[in-house]
């Protein structure tokens, strides 16, 4: 058996957390793994010099991850092309918005036995009104190949200081699902598999919607005990969303890292929560509040909130989801976030389930 | 039919705030429940005063919910007895430890066909080191009825503030829900029932376990996500315990108030986790802490671990909960709080179960 070569695409925060732990699960088992793992680095100029050059001489990303080494086997490439050359695994860590572009540059490129994994949270810009569109699929479709996703409540600061996290990894074949476990647990990034791809992926954007809920909810100065119901009817919405579009989600994939797990940290501690807290204490427009809070980040559940607004709309079941659709409608000023109480007392978790219940 | 009397016995924090809640009940319901309720109150003098005519005359519990209004249709009455004559339906809010007593004075009292809701959380004290037993268990065999139970992410102050707030109901009997349903069910204090009782009662006990486990990762300095996988980790203990020893459990039932959302509440705001925290930080004994933290009040997490413990060794089980097992001994100074991490990062739960999972 040859071994299969590594390529990371992408090298920000979260792209060189990762780097950490791939450089050296590859040589732990290097039976399974070529050594040498190319890092695809969209370069830029940090002190008069290439970011790729500053990689693979002090093997630290200054911009993204300072003060982090890197393993000396992760090479820094600026070139896509030359960067995923061969590549059996393709590991993409790249801001969402860049899917596409670099989708298009592969194609056509890659092996056909290749395997890419996703650790982007969001969804496809490709969503239409009826129906959301992971950014798996949207790789998986241009590529030609398996794409297996990697979630969970892992953020990249914790990882990379080798904090105790968990992660989730969903696919499709049971042999890449073990082939991705091998490159990515260590003894502090303890991974699950799973087969149910779906509900892993898009549990990692709907939960920014529930997070925007936890912010209305400590903005308006409510306790623990009403965040704590909004988060269990944002995750009871998140489920029946996705039992609804993806039929064969599998119940226990929710009590995953990439379920709960990820779910509660978002809620606690995330940047959707902050800019959303903010809202309902200033009323001040949320483009203003990211800018002001997040520095230049952006909080997805606003923009997801509108997609998924748009898909439970079009096919006429808001009635399910009055959680979404509160949230959309606060975020775009169309409800006083006063009212959002009001707006779930009469959540359909609270009807009578008797039938269903007692048997 | 006639309408029935509803007892409440307690009238501590809790029992006043659910207090509020039933004498607005019985009168909005009034074909079903009798308008008065009588509450018993553990007669003690405040200023001079009997607490039981303080609460009769200013219709405030001065000591217990000072600043409340009780309605008016809930009297206090000092005598056990009297205060449960002729009760078709018995609310036990007291501390866990006056149980006993107070079955023991009732018993051969109660109506047959009366039944019982108990608000206590905990296990009950005659648990052996072969099996828990529940304080519901208790009540139901000295009174010889049924009992059913109230648990949930509901802590007394934010009920007690008409806060947006829930509760799950669990009972044995379809008519015995509906009919508590009625008896609790208010725009802000939302009740879901299910059949699955033991899973409700027990996991209120359980979860201190798991916020004991959440304090030492925030006494550690641990950031979120580290403190999201402890939670995750101690839910799946949770539901292995519950299924080991009460086969019937139901996975939605933790889906529930009573189930993740009263977990997480207990794990980042409930004073299990504030004594732990402190714990890891300081070293001090734990009573010690409960002394100065709690004002006198105690944190069950140390006192179930020890309970559960003794049953998971007794049945050589405990290779399935490594973090109950690493709590316990970490309460009692057997193993340094610096090695919690170490006794759960190779949980059962990230063993290989592809077998299980793909398919």
Redesign the interface.
């Known amino acids: 058996m040859t071994q299969k070569t590594v390529a990371i695409i992408g090298s920000g925060n979260w792209g060189s957390a990762i780097a950490r732990i791939i450089g050296n699960t590859v040589i732990q088992h290097s039976s399974t793994f070529q050594e040498r793992v190319p890092m695809w680095v969209f370069e830029e100029m940090v002190d008069d010099k290439k970011l790729s050059e500053i990689i693979n001489t002090e093997h630290i990303n200054v911009k993204y991850l300072p003060g982090k080494k890197i393993p000396v086997n992760v090479v820094a490439v600026p070139d896509l092309m030359e960067a995923t050359k061969n590549a059996d695994i393709l590991v993409f860590v790249v801001p969402h918005q860049f899917v596409e572009k670099i989708c298009h540059q592969l194609k056509g490129t890659v092996k056909d036995t290749a395997v890419a994994v996703s650790l982007i949270k969001g969804l496809s810009s490709k969503s239409t009104n009826t129906q959301l569109r992971l950014i798996s699929e949207d790789i998986g479709e241009m590529l030609g190949i398996d794409v297996a996703v990697l979630m969970g409540?892992?953020?990249a600061?914790?990882?990379a200081?080798d904090?105790?996290?968990?992660a989730t990894i969903g696919s499709k074949s049971?042999s890449t699902?073990?082939e991705l476990k091998k490159l990515f647990?260590t003894?502090n990034f303890?991974?699950?598999?799973?087969?149910d791809f779906q509900t892993v992926e898009i549990c990692g954007a709907l939960k920014n919607v529930v997070a925007c809920a936890a912010g209305f909810s400590d903005g308006l100065g409510?306790?623990?005990?009403?965040?704590?119901?909004i988060?269990?009817l944002g995750?009871?919405e998140m489920?029946r969303f996705i039992e609804y579009f993806y039929p064969n989600t599998r119940?226990?994939t929710?009590?995953?890292?990439c379920g709960?797990?990820?779910l509660?940290?978002t809620c606690?501690?995330g940047r959707n929560r902050k800019v959303c807290e903010a809202f309902a204490k200033t009323k001040r427009p949320i483009h203003e509040l990211e800018i002001e809070l997040l520095k230049g980040q952006s909080a997805q559940g606003p923009l997801t909130a509108a997609e998924l607004y748009e898909v439970i709309k079009t096919r006429d079941l808001l009635k399910m989801f009055p959680l979404f659709e509160a949230v959309h409608n606060i975020c775009i000023g169309q409800v006083p976030v006063e009212d959002f109480?009001g707006k779930i007392?009469n959540?359909p978790?609270?009807e009578d389930?008797?039938n269903d219940?007692?048997?």
Not at 190 to 195: E, G, K, L, S, T
């Open positions: 409540a892992n953020l600061p914790e990882v200081n904090n105790f996290c968990e049971l699902a073990m647990h003894d303890r991974i699950n598999v799973v087969q409510y306790g623990d005990n009403t965040k704590a119901a988060i269990r995750l009871m489920m119940i226990k929710f009590f995953e890292s709960i797990a990820d509660v940290t606690y501690g109480i007392r959540h978790e609270y389930r008797s219940e007692f048997h």
